[in-house]
Structure formats: C-alpha cells, structure tokens
C-alpha cells in the first residue's frame, strides 16, 4: 500500500540556519510528490511538485526538495529560514487510477519551531 | 482571482445532529476533493467529483457521510448524525486537470 513517513513531528531551528525536511515514501510507481505547508488558520498552500525530469526542484518561499528514487525520498530544504517559516510542513504523493495523480496521500506532518 | 472558500469556518454540533460543509471551488475547476484532516494528522481522502461526477468515495467512512456536486461546482459535504469521532477539519480542494490540488481554509467541526 502507498504510504508517505515524515520521521520527525517537530523540528525547531534558529532563525537564519538552513533548513531539512525528511520525507519518505512507498509506492509502486512513479510518484507525483509534494510539498505543502499550512499555517494556522489557514489552508494548506502548495510549495513545490515533482512529476518527471530534473530530480531538484524548485519553489516558493526559497524552498526547494530533491527527488532520490533510490532512497524514496523527497526532502524538503531551505538555506536560511525566517520567522514567517513556521508552520507545518506536509509531504504528499499523488495517486490515482491510470496516470492521474488524482489521491494524494499524506504524510503526518512536521512542525517547524523557529528560535530567534 | 478567487481561491477555494469553504463555509462555514467553524461549526459546533451536538452528537446526533445532521451538518452540512460547502465548498465553492475555483471558477473552471474540474476535479474536486474532500479531505479529513484530524488533530495533528495530515489528511484522509474522502471523495472526488470531476464535474458533477463522483469518481470514488472510497474514503468516506461510513454511509453517514454524503457528498454531492449537482452541477458541478459548489459541493457539499453532509454528515448525519454526527459522532464525536467526525470532529475534525474538513478541506476542500480544487483542481484545473487533477494534479495540482488547491486547498481551501477547511471546517472545523466540532461534535459534542
């Protein structure tokens, strides 16, 4: 069965330091993935999406993530965070019938606490 | 341009009522999807509608839960006779070509 594990439920850093997300998955195929981050009080908002090609992809934020088939990752990075970064972080793979990604399964989730 | 609103915010329901959850997609959206999202877990499917088709309920929990999308817009959720195990938020998603899903803020229900 598909699953996504985000090893760790929170994560805090100082402000300024860089930034890992870990996200694993399993799936048969090849996955659509992503990332998404939901502040309090409000909807979750999508980061970043790999579906093919280069395996490092960019998004919004700064964020970024890196596809490594042979581990069945896609973590999540980011060189120097801020305050407004804090929030909780969702990965996903997407899922579906014939090649539409259409379920997305998810992740538990991962807290990011920002020191100051 | 507008995103998904979703309504209400916030709905607190004696155990036994009945509760409708609306979501008003993005204009031109296609697909549709409910999640449940409980407290400190990242969301469960529920159901998807590509226009006013229901695709796959498979998620919903029990034949208390219905969703419906008469023309293939506005949806609604409904839950009868609610259970406390139903509290939870409740997203709505839209999407152009079902790859990527754009949220809404959700529902809070609250069962008491």
């Known amino acids: 069965a598909q699953s996504v594990t985000q090893p760790d439920i929170h994560i805090t850093v100082s402000e300024g330091a860089s930034l890992e997300l870990r996200c694993n998955y399993s799936y048969g195929a090849t996955p659509y993935l992503f990332w998404y981050v939901q502040s309090p009080g409000q909807g979750l908002q999508l980061l970043l999406k790999y579906f093919s090609g280069d395996t490092l992809v960019q998004g919004i934020k700064g964020f970024e993530a890196e596809f490594k088939r042979s581990q069945s990752s896609f973590n999540l990075r980011k060189p120097s965070v801020h305050w407004s970064d804090a929030a909780e972080y969702f990965c996903a793979v997407g899922r579906g019938p014939m090649d539409s990604n259409y379920q997305l399964i998810w992740g538990a989730g991962t807290k990011l606490i920002i020191k100051p | 341009g507008a995103g998904v609103s979703q309504s209400p915010r916030y709905k607190v329901a004696k155990r036994g009522q009945d509760v409708a959850l609306r979501c008003d997609p993005i204009?031109?959206?296609?697909?549709l999807f409910w999640y449940q999202q409980a407290l400190g877990q990242g969301p469960e499917f529920l159901t998807y509608f590509q226009n006013e088709a229901q695709l796959d309920k498979s998620g919903l929990p029990s034949d208390r839960f219905f969703a419906e999308r008469p023309e293939g817009s506005v949806s609604t959720l409904k839950i009868q006779r609610t259970q406390q195990e139903d509290s939870a938020v409740y997203l709505c998603?839209?999407?152009?070509?079902?790859?990527?899903?754009?949220f809404g803020p959700g529902t809070r229900l609250t069962v008491l």
């Open positions: 998603a839209s999407s152009l070509s079902a790859d990527t899903q754009y």
């Open positions: 204009s031109g959206h296609v697909s």
